[in-house]
């Protein structure tokens, strides 16, 4: 129940196309979803975050939906560049797990130019 | 502003030795986490530090330790290694509990057991 299960495991888009990135969730405690983003190298950085009052936030390129009725959330990246190539990860918490983010196993996202 | 910072970058061990791996949170921060990122298991929680306590831990074996100082930088503490410690140990920090707080991650330590 604590598992957060993200997809697709890797994807291949072209540059200005829009990537999807897949996550879905049992535990109905958590009110906190971040993704993060991982270059080759470097430690993940946040990405942008929802909280479940909210169907849709953008910022910038990147938008999360979240359906709570479905348990789902995902990363949409508009106008996609190659520079957007990375691994990104979906992420979950609630107030109670004190610290304790749920991470996806990440999709690797590669953006042909 | 300086971010989270770790050392070593790079660590290479023995089974059966001890490892010990140090961050610096951003300053302000006074909850540091430490994640262990294997090959193909995404990033797993390991620790969680606020104010010089432990406030709670993943589901690792009681070989995993750590601390906080008072200056709020953390040591993970990974005794009697196994080859499957081998990973990217990834530190984060935090200002404060709030679990919606923003966790910013430091860019890791490799450790290595041969």
């Known amino acids: 129940q604590q598992q957060v299960k993200q997809s697709p495991q890797s994807l291949i888009v072209q540059k200005g196309g829009i990537p999807i990135i897949n996550c879905a969730y049992e535990?109905?405690?958590?009110?906190?979803f971040p993704w993060y983003q991982q270059f080759p190298g470097k430690g993940p950085a946040l990405l942008i975050a929802?909280?479940?009052?909210?169907s849709e936030k953008k910022e910038g390129r990147f938008t999360i939906s979240f359906n709570k009725s479905a348990k789902q959330f995902s990363l949409h990246i508009m106008d996609s560049q190659p520079g957007d190539s990375a691994t990104y990860f979906c992420?979950?918490?609630?107030?109670?797990?004190?610290?304790?983010?749920?991470f996806g196993k990440g999709t690797k996202l590669s953006v042909k130019p | 502003e300086a971010g989270v910072t770790q050392s070593p970058t790079h660590l290479i061990k023995t089974r059966g030795q001890q490892a010990t791996l140090r961050c610096s949170p951003i300053s302000g921060h006074t909850s540091v986490y430490w994640y262990q990122q294997a090959l193909g298991l995404g990033l797993q929680f390991l620790l969680w530090?606020?104010?010089?306590?432990?406030?709670n831990r993943g589901n690792f074996p009681p070989r995993f330790s750590g601390r906080q100082f008072p200056n709020y930088s953390s040591e993970l503490n990974v005794n009697a290694l196994e080859l499957e410690d081998s990973a990217l140990y990834l530190c984060?920090?935090?200002?404060?509990?709030?679990?919606?707080?923003?966790?910013?991650f430091g860019e890791g330590s490799w450790l290595t057991v041969v």
């Open positions: 929802i909280r479940p009052d909210v």
């Open positions: 530090y606020d104010e010089g306590e432990e406030r």
């Open positions: 992420a979950a918490s609630h107030g109670g797990s004190q610290g304790n983010l749920i």
């Open positions: 984060a920090s935090s200002f404060g509990r709030d679990p919606g707080n923003t966790i910013y």
């Open positions: 535990n109905t405690a958590f009110d906190y």
